[in-house]
């Protein structure tokens, strides 16, 4: 059973890489962000509690971050694999972390922080059947609608020059240190995340050293 944390700014395409690789090797994405997003839609008291942090862009406490990851995992099935995308973000959360878990790879995503702002600003979502778009990339046929459902496409509500601003602020002053930490426990893996996506998820696979199996 594989678990692997995937790490990088946001908009560096690590959920896409992380879902590849859910895809084709029978693990489960588990998405800090979705987790939040999902309480915040369905109207939980957790999702009451987090909805103006994640609207805004800013990182939730540790407490509730860590109850929330522990929760999540204590329900899942140890006979998957997972790739735990989004924790931890700090280093209070990596400390919480590493001495509850281990895992068998780290894997780091890189893109500077530009690169960062241009794609997420391009980042869409349909409201009705979930699929995600790059414009980009990825022009719906018509404008704001889904080419599979025909649902509105939206922005994420902290897709703003000012969510970005704040999230990249975060990511380099918090998220970056947990990265030394976990190249002294871990197996750190650290690729460019500039170049097109199979080409990326090709060299994750690679050194992951997982079975040949075609990149998406
Ligand atoms: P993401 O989809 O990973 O960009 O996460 C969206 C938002 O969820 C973040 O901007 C934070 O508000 C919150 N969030 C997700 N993971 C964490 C975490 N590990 N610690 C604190 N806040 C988080």
Same mark, same amino acid.
């Given at each position: 059973?594989?678990?692997?944390?995937?790490?990088?700014?946001?908009?560096? #395409?690590?959920?896409?890489?992380?879902?590849?690789?859910?895809? =084709?090797?029978? %693990?489960?994405?588990? #998405?800090?962000?979705?987790?939040?997003? @999902?309480?915040?839609?369905?109207?939980?008291?957790? #999702?009451?509690?987090?909805?103006?942090?994640?609207?805004?862009?800013?990182?939730?406490?540790?407490?509730?971050?860590?109850?929330?990851?522990?929760?999540?995992?204590?329900?899942?099935? @140890?006979?998957?694999?997972?790739?735990?995308? #989004?924790?931890?973000?700090? !280093?209070?959360?990596?400390?919480?972390?590493?001495?509850?878990?281990?895992?068998?790879? !780290?894997?780091?995503? =890189?893109?500077?922080?530009?690169?960062?702002?241009?794609?997420?600003?391009?980042?869409?979502?349909?409201?009705?059947?979930?699929?995600?778009?790059?414009?980009?990339?990825?022009?719906?046929?018509?404008?704001?609608?889904?080419?599979?459902?025909?649902?509105?496409?939206?922005?994420?509500? =902290?897709?703003?020059?000012?969510?970005?601003?704040?999230? %990249?602020?975060?990511?380099?002053?918090?998220?970056?240190?947990?990265?030394?930490?976990?190249?002294?426990?871990?197996?750190?893996?650290?690729?460019?995340?500039?170049?097109?996506?199979?080409?990326?998820?090709?060299?994750?696979?690679?050194?992951?050293?997982?079975?040949?199996?075609?990149?998406?």
């Amino acid at each position: 059973m594989r678990k692997y944390v995937i790490m990088g700014p946001q908009g560096s #395409g690590k959920g896409t890489q992380a879902k590849l690789l859910c895809r =084709d090797y029978d %693990l489960i994405h588990i #998405g800090t962000g979705d987790l939040l997003r @999902w309480h915040a839609q369905n109207h939980t008291r957790l #999702g009451a509690q987090v909805k103006r942090m994640v609207t805004a862009g800013q990182l939730v406490p540790d407490e509730l971050m860590q109850e929330i990851v522990r929760e999540r995992l204590d329900q899942h099935d @140890w006979n998957y694999g997972f790739v735990l995308d #989004g924790f931890p973000r700090n !280093v209070a959360q990596s400390r919480y972390f590493t001495e509850r878990w281990d895992v068998d790879a !780290v894997v780091l995503v =890189d893109v500077p922080d530009p690169v960062v702002i241009e794609r997420a600003l391009a980042r869409r979502q349909c409201s009705q059947c979930g699929l995600d778009y790059n414009l980009l990339h990825h022009r719906p046929a018509v404008a704001d609608t889904c080419d599979a459902c025909r649902g509105r496409l939206v922005a994420r509500a =902290d897709d703003t020059p000012e969510g970005l601003r704040a999230r %990249l602020g975060d990511y380099h002053g918090q998220t970056r240190p947990v990265l030394e930490l976990f190249a002294q426990k871990e197996r750190l893996l650290c690729v460019d995340g500039t170049r097109p996506i199979e080409v990326i998820q090709a060299e994750i696979r690679q050194r992951l050293g997982l079975p040949l199996r075609a990149a998406a």
